[in-house]
T-cell receptor
């Protein structure tokens, strides 16, 4: 029940395309869902986050879509760029302080 | 104005030895977290500090793992009698407060290799 399942494990997209990464959870108590971006040799960095009272949040080229009934949320990267090539982690938390992370998606954007 | 720093950046040790990993959080951040990142396991929570106390140690994998935080700042994660399965990147994060919506800022990690 504490798990967050993430897919795909890896993703190859052409420059200008849309990258979509999906996550699913079981624990309905989760109430905060951040996405982290990690470059090689660096720690993860917060990219965008959402609460379940909204169905979508957009920041620049990054959008989170949230489906509360299906217990799923996804990250969409529009107009993907080579600089977006990184590993992306979804996460979830509730009335605790620790983040429960998905297993990560390695995104490669080719020119 | 530096971010979270960790030392050493890399540590190679022999099985059975003890290691200490250090984390310097962002100045003024009261909450500090340790996570472990290993291949195939993703990011796992280890322990959380609020000030100098650790209200949540639920992620520590065994009693060989311990952590402390002094002066509400620097934290040390100690692994005793290291095993090969302890090989991973150990990440530290800090946030201004314990609120779950507060951004956790991560350090670059310490890559631990146990031979």
């Amino acid at each position: 029940q504490q798990q967050v399942k993430q897919s795909p494990q890896s993703l190859i997209v052409q420059k200008g395309g849309i990258s979509i990464i999906n996550c699913a959870y079981e624990n309905t108590a989760f109430d905060y869902f951040p996405w982290y971006q990690q470059f090689p040799g660096k720690g993860p960095a917060l990219l965008i986050a959402i609460r379940p009272d909204v169905s979508e949040k957009k920041e620049g080229r990054f959008t989170i879509s949230f489906n509360k009934s299906a217990k799923q949320f996804s990250l969409h990267i529009m107009d993907s760029q080579p600089g977006d090539s990184a590993t992306y982690f979804c996460a979830a938390t509730y009335n605790t302080d620790k983040l429960i992370f998905g297993t990560g998606t390695r995104l490669q954007v080719f020119p | 104005g530096a971010g979270v720093s960790q030392s050493p950046s890399n540590k190679v040790t022999e099985k059975g030895k003890d290691v200490e990993l250090r984390c310097d959080p962002i100045s003024g951040h009261t909450a500090l977290y340790w996570y472990r990142q290993s291949l195939g396991q993703g990011l796992e929570f280890l322990i959380y500090f609020q000030g100098n106390s650790a209200p949540d140690k639920s992620g520590l994998p065994s009693d060989r793992f311990s952590a402390e935080r002094t002066g509400g700042s620097v934290s040390t994660l100690t692994i005793q009698r290291t095993q090969q399965e302890d090989s991973a990147v150990y990440l530290c994060a800090s946030s201004f407060d314990r609120l779950r919506t507060d951004t956790q800022y991560f350090g670059p990690g310490t890559r631990l290799t146990v031979l």
